[in-house]
């Protein structure tokens, strides 16, 4: 049993004991592992899985460092009381919330350990450093000490937050503290603090139409109230939004590219969305997930980069630039609510491993984020014109390629009439990835565009080859 529950894959680019991590938290979520329930022995489980003893102990210690699992001396490793409290919260926020079948079926892509043909959101796992991260991460290991077993600071590990508040000022022209930033376990944790530390249920914000249909869900179900604000060329209509919900408590926005359009937020609407949320005490959250990758002149600053009255929750992820596994991600505040969060972290618990944070700390620090970060962008110049060349040659007179300047995903439309849902549904049949338009909006409006993924496309033929499968499902909704 222990190995069905537990199995690793030693071909997959996820280290192991991230691996073994991950499949304790799923084991938890899904009620096969319950509350004070003993875990094997490092020793027994390493034999059962044949794996390193020092694999499997720093699997435990990263679960021992978020309260997921005790040790009782002799008695043994448990899993910790809150475990099934934390299942139980799961269940308060999901009821009466109706699921599309298309966001249904995009959300699943996001479980999977294969990287699907044009799946949208998954950097080239195979251009990353991962020999470099594995030496970063043994050497923090090995200087690991005593002291830093206890809990964990609520905001994150105080290097890591240095380090990212040097890298924001330069590329992103957020000045802030290292005070000011707080570290999470992914997106959708970030907006968690953020809602719980400023809103309450039944709160009117505004998304983006069409937007990110995760973090869409996500506020959903904590219990917003959700108005889709059209966007268009320049990005989210900030006329309409004033016009159709003034008050509004906030707007959660992508402004250098916009999800999933890849439209750029203008100067103009910047600015008129800055003084709306002054004038009414709102607060705007910008999404900046993917920035780093702009093919087109320099990256534009942030939208807090002009956030003169301090409106702007800033949020940025790890996971897009280096890996998603990694869960990682965190948001910068204004000073004057840094105590309000703080306090807020402080009940949810939940951050990144500490290890992680270190090891993330390192290579940022060290130089290997930003030399990473130049050789993805120009990796992806490339592999975004193999598809837009193949995309020209095998569907000519099928589908015009949208011009983008930035992003990791191609927007193409249909261009004869055909339907994108139909299209979708049958390439993702087939197990392609692309998504639909569609399934990123709130209202029932029915587009004819969908989106490709370029970022694992490694050659002109791979692209080539991926569009001539696609061809064959678009042929089969004929």
């Avoid at 950097?123 to 970063?136: G, H, S, V």
């Avoid at 014109?385 to 011009?403: K, R």
Wanted: hydrophobic fraction near 40%; include cysteine.
């Amino acid at each position: 049993m222990v190995s069905n529950i537990f199995k690793v894959d030693s071909t997959l680019n996820e280290p192991l004991y991230m691996q073994l991590y991950h499949r304790f938290r799923d084991a938890i979520d899904s009620g096969q592992l319950l509350a004070e329930q003993r875990v094997p022995s490092i020793r027994a489980l390493a034999s059962e899985l044949n794996l390193a003893r020092g694999t499997v102990e720093l699997t435990y210690q990263l679960l021992i460092s978020e309260g997921i699992l005790i040790g009782r001396g002799a008695k043994g490793t448990f899993i910790a009381p809150m475990a099934n409290c934390l299942r139980n919260k799961k269940s308060i926020i999901t009821p009466n919330f109706n699921q599309d079948t298309h966001n249904a079926q995009v959300t699943s892509f996001y479980h999977e350990n294969e990287v699907l043909p044009f799946q949208l959101g998954i950097p080239a796992l195979d251009a990353f450093p991962l020999t470099l991260w594995n030496r970063l991460m043994h050497r923090v290991l090995r200087n690991t000490e005593s002291v830093q077993l206890g809990y964990p600071d609520p905001q994150g590990f105080i290097g890591l937050r240095e380090a990212l508040a040097s890298y924001l000022a330069v590329s992103r022209g957020v000045v802030c503290s290292p005070e000011q930033i707080f570290i999470s376990s992914g997106y959708r944790a970030s907006l968690l603090l953020i809602l719980r530390s400023l809103f309450q249920e039944g709160d009117v914000g505004w998304f983006e139409e069409p937007g990110y249909h995760i973090a869409r869900e996500f506020l959903q179900k904590m219990g917003m109230i959700l108005v889709p604000i059209d966007v268009d060329a320049e990005g989210i209509n900030v006329h309409l939004g004033n016009k159709t919900a003034a008050k509004a408590k906030f707007a959660l926005v992508t402004p250098t590219h916009q999800s999933p359009t890849n439209v750029t937020l203008s100067l103009e609407r910047r600015m008129d969305l800055l003084k709306w949320a002054n004038e009414h005490k709102s607060w705007v959250i910008e999404d900046d997930y993917d920035s780093e990758f702009r093919y087109l002149g320099r990256p534009i600053p942030a939208l807090k980069n002009l956030d003169n009255d301090n409106r702007v929750i800033y949020c940025g992820t790890l996971s897009k630039a280096l890996f998603p596994s990694l869960r990682l991600s965190y948001m910068v505040v204004p000073t004057h609510q840094v105590a309000r969060f703080k306090s807020t972290a402080q009940q949810l618990g939940g951050n990144s491993p500490i290890w992680t944070q270190q090891v993330s700390q390192l290579f940022i620090q060290e130089g290997h984020f930003s030399r990473h970060l130049r050789k993805m962008r120009n990796l992806y110049r490339q592999r975004r014109q193999y598809l837009i060349d193949a995309i020209n040659q095998v569907f000519a007179d099928i589908l015009f390629v949208h011009q983008q300047s930035g992003g990791m995903h191609i927007v193409a439309e249909l261009i004869n009439g055909q339907s994108s849902e139909r299209f979708v549904k049958q390439a993702n049949r087939q197990g392609i990835g692309i998504q639909s338009l569609t399934s990123w909006m709130q209202s029932n409006h029915s587009t004819q565009i969908i989106l490709l993924g370029f970022t694992n496309i490694k050659s002109a033929q791979d692209a080539f080859e991926l569009c001539l499968k696609l061809k064959n499902c678009y042929f089969l909704t004929q």
